[in-house]
């Protein structure tokens, strides 16, 4: 998917020639509400999963199956599965934590699911309470149990640009324990701005490490917008060949290392200025301001997706697009 048409020249920007295409991986039901302060009721989560499906979405993170006691928000792991609908072309992946968590997975019809890694030790301990050697040592088991069974694997490499806690992250030591997470067997790493600090230069040099080693098709970018950074990144990362990349809708799940700071980049915003770009990604936008609303009413609060709420409550409008595509 995302190659540039014949007409381009080498060495053309994105702007000039865009790609045709993007995926977007949605991850509002996991990453999103395992950070929002109120729970949601099974049924809302079933409800707001039908919106996101109804908008042309194929890969949506819908749960978590971690210790209820660890991520109250996300409890009803099986009791959801139970009630979210198959649809066909559409890939339901859940985050699993260990070899229990994927033996629930499966037995709760999960054929894909997301591990977690991260690039700073002391994140890695206070987000998950493991070391990165231990959680390595987890992911060594966890990954290939899981690729034996013919599930497919996404691993999340977090606080790649930054960490909360330690600040400046080791660039070398992110790419290898990326590298490691492909040689286990994931598909595909995502990689994390956990705390919105990356700024476009930054993510050039970051994402020349990672491609130094790792081709783009399998890596992802997972940014968050705390400093307004993300779309801008999301720009650098198109520049450099990504073509897949995370949202939540309505930038559901703030920041929780700072309240009332935005969090995860809204898929409505990424699919906005995509499309305004020319790249496909599949999905209505007007119906993905709809599944923001929902989202909004379920968790009681404003929430900060930039398009959303300025399209609302019509949302009919259409991006403006600089590169009429024949
Ligand atoms: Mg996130």
């Known amino acids: 998917m995302g190659n540039v048409s014949e007409e381009c020249p080498t060495g053309a920007g994105f702007l000039a020639c865009p790609p045709d295409g ?3 991986h949605e991850v509002a039901l996991r990453d999103g509400l395992q950070s929002e302060p109120v729970t949601i009721d099974t049924g809302g989560k079933v ?4 919106a996101l499906m109804d908008t042309g979405l194929t890969r949506l993170e819908v749960t978590s199956f971690v210790s209820p006691r660890r991520i109250p928000q996300l409890a009803d792991a099986e009791a959801l599965m139970m009630r979210l609908p198959r649809r066909s072309g559409i890939a339901m992946s859940a985050l699993v934590p260990n070899l229990k968590g994927l033996a629930r997975a499966r037995s709760a019809g999960i ?3 997301a591990v977690l890694l991260s ?7 206070r987000n998950t309470n493991v070391s990165i050697a231990g959680m390595l040592a987890i992911l060594e088991e966890l990954v290939p149990a899981a690729v034996e ?4 694997v996404r691993g999340y490499l977090s606080a790649v640009w930054g960490c909360p806690y330690e600040g400046e992250v080791d660039a070398s030591r992110a ?3 990326a590298t490691k997470l492909l040689e286990l067997g994931c598909d595909e790493v995502s990689l994390g701005d956990t705390n919105g600090v990356g700024t476009p230069g930054q993510t050039r040099a970051l994402l020349e490490r990672f491609l130094d080693r790792i081709p783009a098709e399998r890596l992802a970018l997972h940014l968050h917008d705390t400093r307004g950074m993300a779309l801008t990144n999301v720009a650098v990362g198109l520049d450099m060949g990504i ?3 995370d949202g939540s809708v309505g930038g559901l799940g703030g920041c929780p290392y700072a309240p009332g700071a935005s969090g995860n980049l809204a898929t409505e915003d990424l699919v906005y200025m995509l499309h305004g770009l020319g790249v496909d990604t599949g999905v209505d936008l ?3 301001c709809a599944a923001a609303q929902l989202a909004e009413r379920l968790v009681e609060r404003p929430l900060p997706g930039r398009v959303y709420r300025s399209l609302a409550p019509g949302c009919s409008q259409s991006p403006g697009v600089a590169h009429a595509r024949a």
Do not use: K, P
Not at 47 to 50: D, E, M, R
Not at 149 to 152: H, S
């Open 243 to 245: 073509r897949t990349f």
């Open 286 to 288: 007007t119906r993905l």
């Open 47 to 50: 409800a707001l999963a039908n």
């Open 111 to 113: 054929g894909q699911i």
């Open 22 to 24: 993007a995926a977007v």
């Open 149 to 152: 069974q013919g599930v497919g």
């Open 175 to 177: 790419v290898d324990l």
């Open 119 to 125: 690039a700073s030790e002391t994140f890695s301990q």
